[in-house]
């Protein structure tokens, strides 16, 4: 089934890699969101924001909170808004899924009670964002993927549960589906954690050295090479000669080759690629 809205289209709009972000300014919008729904961290303007939609919001930040990706968010320069799905659920108990039509195990969940919590983190979102739904059958999640969405001005994501989600929500919104791997995990959440650290760290000011982000692996098509620091001997292990020579061509050459010699000799699909290009 095609979906009617793709990435590729999505970041036609988005802002060139050299555009200034303004972040960090308290924004006060209008909204018809009950207040129990809202997230409880204020709306920064003009900071890229994630928005989960998830059964399970106190999941959230998670990892994201540590280390720099956990000061950036302190820092505002980029934010959180999660969405709990039970909170949309229908009657008394909150239901927010159903039996599988056609019969088969496990539970999906409902299109209606997706529709009302999508309606409300899209009417949240500014500028360009990416609906995207985590799915072991999606485009998998990738480097380049990342830089795009770093690019833009967010993303909403859909973590699902059981069996998956009513496929005409998928239709309906243009949702685009995006795995993690080629592999089934229990929900969503995990896989949105992990998307959206590898994008923010891509952010203009989260890492302390913009460099990081270009020598390191599949930034060039390449894994990464092999990394040295103090003591200069261990084990019986010195570190090569060469990166103790203070000749930088030299290094970015032997650095260059064991890149090369890596990515041949553990992802071959990733060195005939590069081979093609």
């Not at 159903?98 to 088969?104: I, L, M, R, S, V």
């Not at 009670?113 to 009417?123: C, P, S």
């Not at 913009?210 to 261990?234: I, V």
Request: proline residues 5%.
């Amino acid at each position: 089934m095609q979906l009617k809205n793709n990435l590729s289209q999505i970041t036609k709009g988005a802002r060139n890699d050299q555009s200034p972000r303004s972040a960090g300014r308290i924004a006060v919008r209008p909204t018809l969101q009950p207040r129990e729904l809202m997230t409880e961290t204020p709306d920064i303007a003009g900071s890229w924001t994630a928005q989960i939609i998830t059964l399970f919001p106190q999941a959230f930040p998670g990892v994201l909170g540590e280390s720099l990706t956990g000061k950036a968010l302190q820092d505002g320069l980029w934010q959180l808004q999660t969405f709990d799905l039970r909170s949309y659920g229908i009657g008394k108990h909150r239901n927010v899924d159903d039996t599988p039509a056609g019969g088969g195990a496990g539970m999906v969940l409902r299109a209606d009670v997706l529709e009302k919590a999508i309606k409300d983190a899209r009417a949240g979102t500014k500028g360009v964002a990416p609906l995207i739904y985590l799915s072991p059958r999606g485009r998998r999640f990738d480097q380049a993927m990342a830089r795009e969405w770093a690019r833009m001005d967010g993303v909403t994501m859909l973590c699902g549960r059981f069996e998956g989600v009513d496929e005409r929500v998928l239709e309906h919104f243009g949702i685009q589906e995006v795995s993690l791997g080629d592999f089934v995990m229990t929900g969503g959440e995990i896989a949105a954690q992990a998307m959206i650290d590898a994008t923010v760290r891509l952010l203009p000011g989260v890492l302390g050295n913009a460099e990081s982000a270009m020598e390191e692996s599949f930034s060039s098509g390449l894994l990464e090479h092999p990394q040295f620091t103090k003591p200069a001997e261990w084990q019986g292990y010195p570190i090569p000669d060469v990166l103790l020579s203070g000749n930088h061509a030299k290094i970015a050459e032997w650095r260059r080759a064991l890149a090369e010699k890596i990515t041949r000799e553990r992802r071959p699909d990733l060195w005939d690629k590069q081979s093609k290009e």
